[in-house]
């Protein structure tokens, strides 16, 4: 999926909202060391910088150069730009060497990878015993009565330009492949349910709604799904252009830890 997010990578950048914190303290409870994490797919760096609150060092990874040159930056945060001409053995050397990574993290990208390459390099990276694997996703935001239905029919709109990886998404990631030892926060076939609450603006909605790949895809084939009319209706459901509501994203999270 290189270069999916590219066009889009500045509104992405303050479109999406932040992950909780309680999140990232979780998950480093469950790690018996915290000296270095991995953040696969790591865009514009918001997971790597949590997770670097936690863990002595953080690489963050990612096929999109674009996306990268909006990272935040950070004293214990290390961006990479992996090529897809990389080899497995070329990224675990980079990465630290096997069995040394305590944390592997995804956010909003595992649907993605390809699967089978993708887990058996977290398999080699992770710490046996003791490093664990967390992925999580957000889908459907939870606004008002009057809201949600016309963010439903706009979202149906957009289902032609998806990619048809996008339905892992669409099924609560319940469908994902996951072959990780349950840790007690979701496992394969069980995702565990993840409430992320944001306040936002109006503008902030929209920004986010410009930020999704098929509106990107659509306006490459000349279809503009968030047309002025559009635009009306959901700002007429929202309240008022300048209406600051608190929303909740809808998210889920799988993690767990290579079968010995």
């Not at 479109?15 to 998950?27: D, E, G, I």
């Not at 069980?190 to 790949?213: A, H, N, V």
Request: charged fraction near 20%; charge should be negative.
């Amino acid at each position: 999926m290189a270069g999916l997010f590219d066009k889009q990578a500045e509104i992405y950048l303050d479109a999406r909202p932040t992950y909780p914190s309680k999140l990232y303290s979780m998950v480093a409870a469950l790690t018996p060391h915290r000296s270095l994490a991995w953040d696969v797919g790591t865009g514009n760096g918001q997971a790597a910088i949590a997770v670097a609150e936690h863990y002595d060092q953080v690489v963050g990874t990612d096929v999109s150069e674009a996306q990268l040159k909006l990272a935040m930056s950070h004293p214990r945060v290390r961006y990479l730009h992996t090529l897809l001409s990389i080899t497995d053995d070329e990224l675990v050397a980079l990465i630290g060497g096997e069995n040394s990574v305590d944390l592997v993290t995804v956010a909003q990208a595992v649907h993605w990878f390809d699967f089978p390459k993708f887990y058996s390099l977290v398999t080699r990276l992770l710490r046996k015993p003791g490093g664990i694997i967390v992925v999580w996703i957000y889908s459907d935001i939870v606004v008002s009565p009057i809201f949600d239905p016309v963010m439903k029919h706009f979202h149906d709109t957009t289902l032609p330009y998806w990619n048809p990886k996008i339905q892992y998404i669409f099924d609560a990631y319940k469908t994902l492949p996951f072959p990780f030892e349950s840790v007690g926060l979701g496992c394969e076939g069980k995702p565990q349910p993840l409430d992320i609450p944001k306040e936002t603006s109006f503008e902030g909605i929209l920004r986010m709604l410009r930020s999704w790949s098929p509106v990107t895809t659509a306006n490459d084939q000349g279809v503009d799904l968030l047309s002025e009319s559009v635009v009306k209706e959901f700002e007429s459901a929202w309240g008022g252009p300048t209406l600051v509501r608190s929303v909740i994203y809808k998210g889920f999270m799988l993690a767990g830890k290579v079968r010995l």
